[in-house]
């Protein structure tokens, strides 16, 4: 079963402009990553934030995360074509013997 | 370091036929996965291994498929036989054993086309 979901599933916006995307969760967690993934290839790893962070930086991405929500977000700033990608949140979850749980993901597709 | 290593990178099979895919890990990571991707959905975990063991093969629909990792090192995840609906992408990854927050790194993957 999925663990993650994301919300919007789609999200269009003009390049410059930022993106945000949300993700909720059932279970407690260890941590919570976030990864992308360009026409179905492989997922690369953006950023994983710890259960006892808020708020982690990595470049132009700005992760939250909402314990007493279950949730987190991803925001990318100054949106870029090349960012344009599938964006999924993965939980690895306490007692979960280290597995990642994935979501059904975010399409972002940014215009030039 | 390098990746993890999956081949082949595309698969066209007819429905009962056989397919077998490779992955070959970071070096040293003792923890492997495959993951099933259907297109528009997230990766699902298929199988986890812990060096050549099995850790978690609940969600690996055992009647047709099979994966091994002898040695610790390679793995191989095999079909047999194949579904119309076993079409997807199957992912491979590994990861280190520096704690919990160590994240994971994952191959490029195989997308396999059942006709």
């Known amino acids: 079963s999925q663990q993650g979901e994301e919300d919007p599933q789609a999200l269009s916006i003009q390049e410059g402009e930022n993106a945000t995307m949300n993700c909720s969760y059932k279970t407690s967690i260890n941590n919570l990553q976030w990864y992308r993934q360009n026409s179905g290839r492989g997922l690369v790893h953006l950023i994983l934030?710890?259960?006892?962070?808020r708020e982690k930086h990595s470049g132009r991405l700005r992760v939250t995360l909402d314990t007493s929500k279950k949730s987190s977000s991803l925001l990318i700033t100054a949106s870029r074509a090349a960012d344009t990608a599938s964006y999924f949140c993965a939980t690895d979850a306490w007692g979960n013997n280290y597995k990642l749980s994935f979501g059904a993901g975010t399409t972002v597709t940014v215009r030039a | 370091e390098a990746g993890v290593a999956q081949s082949p990178r595309y698969k066209i099979i007819e429905k009962r036929q056989s397919v077998a895919f490779w992955c070959n890990p970071i070096s040293g990571h003792a923890t492997l996965y495959w993951y099933q991707q259907i297109l528009g959905q997230g990766p699902k975990l298929l199988i986890q291994f812990q060096n050549n063991g099995v850790v978690d093969d609940s969600q690996l629909p055992k009647d047709r498929f099979s994966a091994e990792r002898l040695k610790g090192v390679d793995s191989t995840l095999k079909i047999q036989p194949a579904k119309l609906e076993d079409s997807a992408v199957y992912l491979c990854?590994?990861?280190?054993?520096?704690?919990?927050?160590?994240?994971?790194?994952f191959g490029s993957g195989t997308r396999l086309t059942v006709v």
């Open positions: 934030i710890r259960s006892n962070e």
């Open positions: 990854a590994s990861r280190g054993n520096r704690g919990f927050s160590y994240g994971y790194t």
